[in-house]
């Protein structure tokens, strides 16, 4: 998105639509003082909560509530931030942030110009966008701000309030501090060699590199929980008409989702529901039959459902139990499982699930992940399962909520610092190649904080190092 200009004062309601006890319209800006007066009647008392009447132009209130002054540079944008507190429904808002622009507008009684020149509307992600312009927050935390927000299970919002107090940012910083150290040391290798300083060789700059690997290992482990918490994984349940595909779908979300019947080809289409296991979102598909049909509209449901499993990041294959040993049966099943195998990527795991324990003879039952959808047995198991087939290994304390991009420009830190570590061991120690793979190393590391460019190392090197005495 490409915002307006960032000079300009913003004002926005700050709480979701609808009604509620308790609504906020913010402003930032510079110098808020005569908008402040004019909305409150009087100067407000820096970071103190204040009740009082918000003013329309005739000087009469448009609601009561709180109104809180935040001067720069000691609140969430870094501008001064002015918050007023209201009632929570619509109008009153829309109120309140009408007034907000005409008061901006409207002359100063001492200096004639207005009291707030060019204040708009602020377009969506605007104050956090201002914030991470000031300093006051880094890319990863005001991502992490609608993490936050867009939570879908307890542990995804606990994991993005530790991203948001920069627990992320942190391990990224110790990393970046760490190839910047040793970036120094090859440049001054480069730079200065008449010196015969081998800075390299005297601070074990492989011993630092090979540390640095072990580092980044152990924060792209955090970091992939940390999207698996964020992304979850889509899982669509594939198999035969009439395999217990709804029922395990209701069984999982624990909810009569999809409609179950004894009639083979009743589910058309696709039904999907969001489900978590241990606070990881599973986004779980229930699609049609798979099966040669002459019905049309079966046939766009059999569609629907290879599409959905082109799509899948795990594939459940339910088996019937009570049909495992009819020949017709299997040999459907063989079928299906070589389009499986066509459609989908070597790494998208195909699960095979039987289904019908409770129905089925006992010597059936020796087919591996065996299960009842209609009586629960063997779901626990199964959600376990499904939880391994995710990835998902770490404890949710301590985990940061983390993107796809971070874990992508951290599996770019990765490749680059392995590049770099066959350059230092090589015989004729490419420095050129080794400096190059540990400056596209921090490049990488920047573009999840968005912090320390390029041209700032040269007086990194200067102000630590006492080079030329």
């Known amino acids: 998105m490409t915002f307006a200009r960032t000079t300009d004062p913003i004002v926005a309601v700050a709480t979701a639509s609808g009604r509620g006890a308790v609504g906020i319209v913010r402003v ?38 709180l109104a809180i002054h935040f001067p720069s540079p000691h609140s969430f ?20 942030l009408a007034r907000c622009l005409e008061a901006a507008a409207e002359p100063d009684p001492v200096t004639g110009r207005p009291r707030l020149a060019g204040l708009r509307v602020a377009e969506p992600g605007e104050f956090s966008q201002r914030a991470f312009l000031n300093g006051k927050i880094d890319l990863a935390q005001a991502e992490a701000i609608a993490d936050l927000i867009d939570a879908s299970t307890e542990a995804a919002a606990r994991s993005a309030g530790r991203s948001l107090s920069g627990a992320f940012s942190r391990e990224i910083h110790t ?13 001054a290798t480069l730079d200065f060699p008449e010196e015969e300083i081998d800075f390299l060789q005297k601070a074990d ?13 152990a924060v792209q482990q955090r970091a992939k929980q940390g999207a698996l918490l964020r ?33 083979p080809g009743t589910t058309r289409d696709v039904v999907s529901q969001t489900i ?48 495992a040993n009819l020949s017709d049966y299997a040999a459907a099943d063989a079928e299906i499982l070589r389009g499986l195998r066509q459609k989908l ?39 376990e399962q499904l939880l391994a087939m995710a990835g998902w290994q770490a404890v949710p304390e301590g985990v940061y909520l983390a993107r796809a991009r971070h874990v992508q420009a951290l599996a770019r830190v990765e490749t680059h610092l392995a590049l770099a570590a066959s350059h230092l061991a090589a015989q004729a120690q490419l420095l050129d190649l080794l400096a190059e793979e ?6 990488a590391l920047n573009e999840i904080t968005g912090e320390f460019g390029a041209d700032d190392l040269l007086g990194v090197i200067f102000s630590r190092f006492c080079i030329g005495k």
Not at 48 to 58: C, G, I, N, Q, V
Not at 88 to 96: D, H, I, M, N, S
Not at 292 to 306: K, T
Request: one cysteine or more.
């Open 28 to 65: 930032s800006g510079a110098r808020l003082a005569p908008l402040i007066e004019a909305l409150c009647g009087r100067p407000l008392k820096p970071r103190e909560a204040t009740y009082l009447p918000f003013r329309d132009a005739a000087g009469e209130p448009v609601d009561h509530g």
């Open 77 to 96: 944008t870094g501008e001064d931030v002015l918050e007023l507190q209201a009632h929570g429904g619509t109008v009153v808002l829309q109120l309140l």
């Open 175 to 187: 990393l970046r501090d760490a190839l910047i150290h040793l970036r120094m040391l090859v440049e």
């Open 205 to 217: 700059a492989a011993g630092q590199l090979v540390k640095l690997q072990t580092q980044l290992a």
């Open 231 to 263: 992304e979850g994984i889509k899982v669509v349940i594939a198999g035969q008409p009439n395999a217990g595909k709804s029922s395990l779908l209701n069984a999982l979300a624990g909810a009569e989702l999809a409609i179950v019947s004894a009639v």
């Open 276 to 323: 978590q296991i241990h606070g990881v979102p599973l986004h779980v598909a229930d699609t049609a039959g798979l099966r040669e049909s002459s019905d049309e509209v079966e046939q766009i449901g059999v569609a629907r459902a290879w599409g959905q499993i082109e799509s899948a990041d795990a594939v459940l294959f339910l088996h019937d139990l009570t049909r």
């Open 345 to 383: 990527p070597v790494s998208v795991p195909v699960l095979d699930v039987w289904n019908k324990q409770d129905a089925a003879p006992a010597s059936n039952a020796n087919h591996g992940i065996v299960l009842s959808a209609k009586t629960g047995l063997g779901i626990e198991p199964l959600r």
């Open 438 to 443: 540990l400056r596209l190393a921090q490049n």
